[in-house]
């Protein structure tokens, strides 16, 4: 008896450790990472902008993942890899991943690529493939842009059904789900009220 209770208090104590060591480390991970947008515009009658991405130090790949909202869309990788990173012959870098962890590059839609769009930024392997996601972030045409460029004429997937509007923040362009409600029962002639 004495040692199942001495084995419940040992698989306890690991799972708090481990619970301990996540949330520590879950939380310096979050404080640090990120990313801004400048240059943000149109493009190929979709949209553009640059990621600026800090906080990446220790890593020496990552898969930058944007993906748009259009039907059918997949996700498009933009890899970054530090210099003192091994030749891989698998992943052709876009940009630099600096020593300090920061990386900048252009995206550009290609034709027809709508918003909202998500970035996501991922650990690799060896052959490119993505693994961790270490952060998230959705952009809308209502996304603030540092340099005061905006993604407001940027193509942007609008909802066709009534069901939509319940996620009515996700387009960047209504006030509020009443707004995305009227614009669709008007038939789309009433605008969303955040529309440039």
């Given at each position: 008896?004495?040692?199942?209770?001495?084995?419940?208090?040992?698989l306890a104590g690991?799972?708090?450790?481990?619970?301990?060591?996540?949330?520590?480390?879950?939380?310096?991970?979050?404080?640090?990472?990120?990313?801004?947008?400048?240059?943000?515009?149109?493009?190929?009658?979709?949209?553009?902008?640059?990621?600026?991405?800090?906080?990446?130090?220790?890593?020496?790949?990552?898969?930058?993942?944007?993906?748009?909202?259009?039907?059918?869309?997949?996700?498009?990788?933009?890899?970054?890899?530090?210099?003192?990173?091994p030749p891989n012959?698998?992943?052709?870098?876009?940009?630099?991943?600096?020593?300090?962890?920061?990386?900048?590059?252009?995206?550009?839609?290609?034709?027809?690529?709508?918003?909202?769009?998500?970035?996501?930024?991922?650990?690799?392997?060896d052959f490119g493939?993505?693994?961790?996601?270490?952060?998230?972030?959705?952009?809308?045409?209502?996304?603030?842009?540092?340099?005061?460029?905006?993604?407001?004429?940027?193509?942007?997937?609008?909802?066709?059904?009534?069901?939509?509007?319940?996620?009515?923040?996700?387009?960047?362009?209504?006030?509020?789900?009443?707004?995305?409600?009227?614009?669709?029962?008007?038939?789309?002639?009433?605008?969303?009220?955040?529309?440039?």
């Open positions: 008896m004495s040692s199942l209770i001495a084995g419940r208090a040992a690991a799972v708090i450790a481990l619970v301990l060591g996540a949330v520590v480390a879950g939380t310096a991970g979050a404080a640090t990472l990120g990313i801004s947008l400048t240059g943000c515009g149109t493009a190929n009658n979709g949209f553009q902008f640059t990621i600026n991405g800090f906080g990446f130090a220790g890593y020496t790949g990552l898969d930058v993942q944007v993906t748009s909202s259009e039907v059918g869309a997949v996700p498009n990788p933009n890899y970054v890899l530090a210099p003192t990173a012959p698998f992943v052709g870098a876009i940009a630099p991943l600096n020593s300090d962890g920061s990386f900048t590059f252009n995206y550009n839609a290609a034709a027809g690529q709508q918003l909202p769009a998500t970035v996501g930024i991922y650990t690799i392997d493939n993505p693994q961790t996601l270490l952060y998230s972030t959705t952009v809308t045409a209502a996304t603030a842009c540092t340099d005061q460029s905006n993604l407001g004429s940027a193509r942007t997937l609008l909802p066709t059904v009534k069901e939509q509007c319940q996620n009515w923040a996700l387009y960047g362009i209504f006030k509020n789900a009443g707004d995305c409600g009227s614009y669709l029962s008007t038939v789309t002639r009433n605008q969303p009220a955040l529309l440039p």
